[in-house]
């Protein structure tokens, strides 16, 4: 599938209803999973509240891990190695297993198991492997759930904001700092993954209230401040990081360029938002005449490493 085309399944994607059942109760959710897949994690953690949820990226898994604890393994191949030894100590440690992943060594260890179409992109994929969280975890309604598929098919037909953005950025050279808060803290990460893959360029996020503890006196007084351009996402859910934001941008002289967010829920607006950041990460690959589905450094990473 063209890379596009992946990029526009994406409201098909979230329609799937794969779910995986849960047998015994659990007090903590640990997901792990890394790049495309883990990013899964992170935007589940920040949309589910009923217990804590913690995302691991790494090799270790955290001590408190045990029989009540609810683990998900997370990878688009199944084949990646952080996240295979996160599910051996996991299973030492006899926490409920699940697995979400479209096949390779993941698939055939026995778990029960959301397998997700092969022969894409992890990042494009995050529809599918969110999905089965959603499904099994929150009581989302399908209402709900049809009012994003209709929300995210209006993206693309509004994305002449995104390719404008996408050529500020692009015309001198300019690295994104997208700036997030709740409910789009993990959506800013997944905007700076994503400029990283797609369009291959450095770029950070931050948050807002923690960066009015530090980065506002650089963004003010830091030599370099020119070259960053600043993106800020949709409505922060709290009114007083609305005001942080607009004096943040007072005392320090520097526009946010805000990106609208669509759709009435959170879910919805957070949806959104990563499908813009698709988007706009694919335009600046566009524009820089690079292709966005090449991750070959990634994958020679990892057979060096095999
Ligand atoms: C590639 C991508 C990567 C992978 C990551 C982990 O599109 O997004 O960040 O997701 O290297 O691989 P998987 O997802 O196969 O576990």
């Not at 808060?181 to 893959?197: C, D, G, H, L």
Request: contains cysteine.
């Amino acid at each position: 599938m063209e890379f596009l085309d992946q990029i526009r399944s994406f409201p098909e994607q979230i329609m799937s209803r794969n779910f995986f059942h849960i047998d015994r109760d659990f007090n903590n959710i640990v997901i792990s999973g890394m790049g495309g897949s883990g990013i899964v994690g992170r935007i589940f953690s920040e949309l589910y509240g009923m217990c804590p949820v913690q995302v691991v990226s790494d090799y270790e898994i955290p001590h408190y891990v045990n029989a009540k604890t609810l683990f998900i393994a997370i990878s688009y191949s199944g084949n990646t190695e952080e996240t295979l030894a996160t599910v051996k100590q996991a299973r030492e440690k006899g926490a409920q297993i699940k697995v979400i992943t479209s096949g390779g060594e993941l698939s055939k260890l026995g778990y029960e198991t959301v397998k997700v179409p092969s022969g894409m992109q992890p990042r494009n994929a995050l529809g599918y492997m969110l999905s089965p969280l959603l499904n099994s975890l929150m009581k989302i309604e399908q209402s709900e759930i049809d009012g994003a598929h209709e929300v995210l098919q209006t993206i693309e037909r509004e994305s002449s904001k995104l390719k404008q953005m996408a050529e500020e950025i692009c015309s001198v050279g300019l690295v994104p700092w997208i700036v997030g808060y709740e409910p789009y803290v993990s959506t800013a990460y997944r905007w700076k993954t994503q400029f990283n893959e797609n369009g291959k360029i450095l770029a950070i996020n931050s948050t807002i209230p923690e960066l009015n503890h530090n980065e506002t006196m650089p963004l003010k007084l830091s030599y370099g401040r020119e070259r960053f351009y600043f993106i800020s996402l949709g409505n922060p859910s709290l009114e007083r990081t609305g005001k942080r934001l607009r004096i943040t941008s007072d005392l320090t002289g520097i526009k946010f360029n805000n990106v609208k967010e669509y759709g009435s829920t959170m879910l919805q607006k957070v949806l959104s938002m990563i499908h813009s950041g698709d988007y706009i990460s694919y335009y600046v690959a566009k524009i820089r005449g690079l292709d966005p589905m090449d991750v070959s450094l990634i994958e020679e990473l990892k057979s060096r490493l095999s």
